[in-house]
């Protein structure tokens, strides 16, 4: 009977776990795969609960690290209702040419995205 009561006990405490534990999800996407220097990166996705709802009101940090691993000051988008959050990042006229790795984090989770950057801009200048 005991032994009963145990698995029973242990039985409650994970629904409970399961029932009122948020286990958070979060997604991040770039609106192209590839940019040109001085062109603005947007940038996107959603923060959600094992149940797939949105999780509103939650700070979410955006790094973004580029082809020399130096990472750009963060940004620090806030979800919506839907726990949807969006930032917008302009690319440098100097930046570095290369793979650029977008990283997003909220409440102990994290998902990255890379994207194709900067391709070289080549203007001609004609002489009279």
């Known amino acids: 009977m005991s032994v009963w009561l145990i698995g029973l006990f242990i039985a409650i405490i994970l629904w409970l776990i399961?029932?009122?534990v948020i286990i958070?999800?979060?997604s991040v996407t770039t609106d192209k795969g590839s940019y040109d220097r001085s062109e603005t990166v947007d940038i996107g996705g959603v923060l959600t609960d094992q149940g797939g709802n949105g999780i509103p009101g939650t700070t979410?940090?955006?790094a973004i690290e580029d082809?020399?691993?130096s990472v750009a000051p963060a940004l620090t988008p806030v979800t919506d209702t839907n726990g949807n959050y969006t930032a917008s990042w302009d690319i440098p006229d100097?930046?570095?040419?290369g793979t650029y790795t977008i990283t997003a984090s909220a409440l102990g989770v994290?998902?990255?995205k890379t994207f194709r950057g900067v391709n070289q801009r080549i203007v001609a200048v004609l002489a009279a």
């Open 60 to 62: 979410v940090t955006v």
């Open 18 to 20: 399961l029932k009122y």
């Open 67 to 69: 082809p020399t691993g």
């Open 94 to 97: 100097d930046a570095a040419g």
């Open 24 to 26: 958070p999800s979060i």
């Open 110 to 112: 994290s998902a990255s």
